[in-house]
């Protein structure tokens, strides 16, 4: 359906087998995964060295947030992370990471296809992933991909 969707988990479990979706993001590179700066409040921290981040594993073909069962997706791990130098910015502005995963995407998952020249204000759009629809309200994250179209 999106083949350049993936979702992050962090778990309590070394195989990450049970947990659920944190974030999504967009593969722009077979091997870089665009998402929110924000979301690295949920990684962890190694305890062997607290400054260090634990990266989250990253999920590709995951439609279902809650998903357990590793037939329905495949698995990559965050090995490194990049966070926009001006975050966190007032107004959330630079809200921008970018992860590089330990291998390759498989061939049937696609980076996003980004514009190549600027796009004119009120264009309509589609946006993907786990978050809420509207603001306000509570915060119950939707168990299945959400999408919605803006201008």
Same mark, same amino acid.
Do not use: W
């Given at each position: 359906?999106?083949?350049?969707?993936? =979702? *992050?988990?962090?778990? &309590?479990?070394? &195989?990450?087998? %049970?947990?659920? @979706?944190?974030?999504?993001? =967009?593969?722009?590179? %077979?091997?870089?995964?665009?998402?929110?700066?924000?979301?690295?409040?949920?990684?962890?921290?190694?305890?062997?060295?607290?400054?260090?981040?634990?990266?989250?594993?990253?999920?590709?073909?995951?439609?279902?947030?809650?998903?357990?069962?590793?037939?329905?997706?495949?698995?990559?791990? @965050?090995?490194?992370?990049? #966070?926009?130098?001006?975050? !966190? @910015? %007032?107004?959330?502005?630079? &809200?921008? +990471? +970018? *992860? *590089?995963?330990? %291998?390759?995407? !498989?061939?049937?998952?696609?980076? #996003?296809?980004?514009?190549? /020249? &600027?796009? !004119?204000?009120?264009?309509?759009?589609?946006?993907?992933?786990?978050?809420?629809?509207? =603001?306000?309200?509570? @915060? #119950?994250?939707?168990?299945?991909?959400?999408? /919605?179209? =803006?201008?």
């Amino acid at each position: 359906m999106y083949p350049f969707f993936v =979702s *992050l988990h962090m778990g &309590d479990t070394p &195989d990450y087998s %049970k947990s659920e @979706a944190f974030c999504g993001g =967009s593969l722009i590179h %077979k091997q870089i995964v665009l998402t929110a700066a924000h979301c690295r409040v949920f990684f962890g921290r190694d305890a062997n060295n607290p400054l260090t981040d634990v990266l989250p594993q990253v999920r590709l073909g995951l439609h279902r947030r809650l998903e357990t069962d590793p037939t329905k997706y495949v698995e990559r791990l @965050a090995v490194e992370m990049v #966070i926009f130098q001006d975050y !966190p @910015a %007032k107004g959330n502005r630079d &809200d921008i +990471m +970018m *992860l *590089l995963l330990d %291998k390759p995407a !498989p061939d049937n998952f696609k980076p #996003i296809t980004l514009p190549t /020249a &600027d796009v !004119p204000v009120g264009t309509g759009l589609t946006l993907v992933g786990f978050g809420r629809l509207n =603001s306000g309200g509570e @915060a #119950i994250l939707p168990e299945r991909l959400q999408i /919605a179209l =803006s201008s």
